[in-house]
């Protein structure tokens, strides 16, 4: 036995149409704007009152989920593979920006890696520098033949 809800030419009877919160019974009405998508096609209640100030009531409420035309079980599976190869798409997109990001990191890591490794090397040089400064005075003060206290030492052969 077929009900209005399957008919999408049935009309349903005024006793089961919801009221809306104006207390009116809605009117049928079928969405004919292809947005949103999908709802094209699709049967809604809506209130049929306009106000005293001309301002439409908003109540609507959906009795069909999609449009009533039967798709085939081949174009279903054919929307899905299409849904799941945007889907890889936009995966294989993001994995790709992911991966050229990547690439620029690791590319701004290695030149401070170098920077680093070149201001190391400077300041190693520059502290082998000071050492041999002060090292060299001392080393001649010692090497006259004084000791600590200033006296000569004796060389013994």
Not at 50 to 65: G, L, N, R, S, V
Not at 100 to 108: N, T, V
Not at 124 to 144: G, H, I, L, M, V
């Amino acid at each position: 036995m077929s009900t209005w809800r399957d008919d999408p030419n049935a009309i349903p009877p005024w006793n089961e149409r919801p009221k809306c919160h104006c207390g009116f019974r809605t009117w049928l009405q079928v969405w004919t704007d292809p947005l949103p998508q999908g709802k094209k096609g699709c049967r809604f209640f809506k209130c049929p009152d306009i106000d005293d100030d001309f301002k439409a009531c908003t109540f609507m409420q959906w009795i069909d989920t999609r449009p009533l035309g039967r798709v085939s079980l081949k174009e279903e599976q054919e929307r899905r593979v299409r849904q799941q190869q945007i889907r890889l798409k936009g995966k294989e997109d993001e994995l790709k920006r992911r991966r050229a990001e990547l690439g620029q990191r690791e590319a701004a890591l290695k030149i401070q890696e170098e920077q680093f490794q070149a201001r190391e090397a400077q300041f190693k040089r520059e502290a082998d520098e000071q050492k041999n400064r002060y090292k060299e005075p001392a080393q001649s003060s010692t090497t006259d033949g004084r000791n600590k206290k200033g006296k000569f030492l004796r060389l013994t052969q």
